[in-house]
């Protein structure tokens, strides 16, 4: 091969290169958020078909759908123990335990109608002392956060 | 039924048996290799822009009987060797010698191919659009699983494994696939699940791999609605060789320290010892593998053991059998999902020591007996036996599944420029698992395939396929898909392809009887599923090159194509999240794709690029558009440039898919609305040495360690490195 076929090979092999190693993308990237496991020492009682964590923006409990940020996957009624994991940006956040007194998937499907009905079906299972005390959520990082629920 | 066969056979018989009489003339020579001078079993000889051709026997000779006084090329090509053309052979009354001395070519890009008309054409003759996996692009990819290969290939894809042949398939929970997987041409999907089974496949043994993508049910019925895949295994070489592989490798840890879940990064290898000889004019060869896999996320493991087997029984020179078998036993991790997106790699809490283990067996026979020089039957045959049981905390699901599969193929020249292909087919399987019940089925085929050249350089391809399916002994659906095609050859290496055929497949026994949970699935049966049914176009063309400038081997092919389904069946959750598998009424997928492969500089680089664009959706009766179809990438392209001088090979590859626009299988957070679909980029490095004996490959795939999602709570593979070392005694 002569000069000119060389410098020709070279400059497809950098072109080629270039093209797929620009601005390489990393895909998805380690998220913010909470998790642990919620455990329920005590029976639970007939009226709540599951129990969830809600995140919420304040304290201010009769405007649920305002304040709501997230919530974990429900815990269907008679179970122990089970991992949640909720994905949150970095900030401050009540969280506190909710009974479902519908069928989670009931509650999912209708989630908007249900958040603004003048009679939201949830009893918050924790006390406010509880709820009070915010956790701080850092960038990329996953806080550990074990909770024990006692049906009241 | 039985007195419709019998009508059926009657019928074609009749047809196949039309004899055309001519004062003719006749071809015959010998194809020995240009190095040691041996002859070559199994060289096929054609004569060009006809059906004539024929196959050499063990003494390297063929002969090519009836055909019409003219001046003609004559072809000649083998696995292995460059394809020799030639020209000017002027057939009249007296017989003509030829002889064609072929020279090695390991690398050669096969050009002769068997599944688009079941029977022996030159790619560019084929009506419908073809893809080859040949023995290059296995062996730079040092595959275990031909599963890794697919994605590289122009309108092929995987979802978690499934065969995506034109987005055709998407995802159904591996319960079924709407493209069918041969080996040696007998089907090979399991009987109630219809879904592929990689694991069984012997990827080092592969000669090649054909990939018929025009859609349709005509050629091969039910699942073969959106394409075709067959995996046509080596025969034996002529001097007894042992080949020794071993591939080991690592995955790396994960870039971000807060997804590290284990100690040390995870490790594989995979061990292959491969024997094959002749034994007077008989070969054939065994192969026992082993591959142990830590995985890249913790249910990723795998620890399996094949062992595979294929015998060539050349009889005489007008009969020869093949018998093939395969048993495979495993016991894999069971991934359900991810535990989240914070631990993406990890298993759900409780479900670390979920697993499954099972075997599968697999055998077939083919005899092929060619009664005239132009009139050939081929029996084949086959047996399909898979057992597993999962030990997982939600799921302890079992299966039991058998198959037998026969099939008889008649195919007649029935002059120079016209062929008759046709057959009968059955299948008969018998399933008992704790997830479906205890259930059977059946179906019974008939095939005709018929090819005309209207002029040298047009051809004309009508075809159909009546076929009747029980399940449990109950009539399920009754079809016949007919499939016209056109082939246009307007000057040397160019050709032009349309076809339109419609296409069915009835539901396997999984999408109708399954019941079972894993982890947070849920499925339901749903008996009253009904056939799916297509409607499919395609226009295509091809244009090849053995040298122009710079460039050679140069192929350059394009397809633009349309299927329209009916009563699709898809995996679809109800409002309570309980998956059922429901009739979407109608969707079209409409698609094109590009692809380019081409020496540079007298095969020192080798380039190919591949696009293929798909606009999957579902639309109301009135045809306008109401949804995207899940699990379909839009956009795929998939690059290679590889570098080969003296014995040294490196190469790059790139891989794009764009973000899968829907998914359906898990449910969302309602409020977040948190997901992980992401587009896919992946690039691959590797180099190595090749010499005729020895060869050692290094590869490092997904080099960038780019993070994604194939199915949503599911990560992609992690960057993992591997060395291959392959030695032949």
Redo the contacts between chains.
Sequence with gaps: ?NSL?IR??IG??LI??II??CS????????S?V?GMLTFPNPWPDHIHAAALVVLEDLELEELSNN????SDPVEAGTDSA?Y?M?LIPGRYHITAVGLTVSP?LF??N?DSFLTAPQVPLVILDDLQTIANPIVIQS???RIYDRQVFFR | MVRYIHKFTALLLIITGTIFGQDRGNLQGTVIDSINRNPITGANVYVQHTFLGSATDTLGNFSIENIRPGTYSIVCSVIGYRKEVIHNIKINKTPINLQFDLKRDILAIPQVVVTATRKEQDILESPFSVAVIGPREIREKSAVRLSEVLPYIPGVNTVRGQLNIRGASGYTLGAGSRSLLLIDGVPLLGSAAGNISWTIVPTSEIERVEIVKSAGGALYGSSGMGGVMNIITRNAPLEPKTTIRIKVGGYSQPHYSQWKWRASPGYFHAVEITHGRTFGTHNGWIRMQKYLTDGYSQLDWEDAYNLTGKVKLNINSKLNATIYGNYYTEEVGLASQWKSAADPFEAPLGDDNDHSIGYKFHANGSLNIILAPDLIIKIKSGYFDVKWQNYGRTNQDDSREKKGFAEVQISKNLSDVSNLTSGLSLQLADINAQLFGKHSSQSYAGFILFQQKLWSSLSVSLNGRMENFLVDNISLDRTFAPQFALNWNPAAGIALRASIGKGFRVPTIAELYTRSQLNIFRVEPNPTLRSETSLAYEFGGTLRSPQYRLLSNFVLEGALFRTHFKNLIEPLPDENGIIHFENITNAVITGAELSLTTGIFSELFRFTAAYTWLDPVQINSSGSVIDTLSYRYRHHIATTLSYRWMVALAGVEYRYASRIEKVELFQMNPVTKADKRVPIHIWNVFFGLQWPRWEVLFRVDNIFQYYYVELERNPGEERKFSITLSKTF
């Design positions: 091969m076929g020709i090979v497809i092999t080629y290169l797929t190693t390489i993308p990393t895909g998805f990237k380690p998220i958020g998790e709501l940020i997230t919530y991992y994991f994905q998937v999912a499907a989630i990329e990082k996953i």
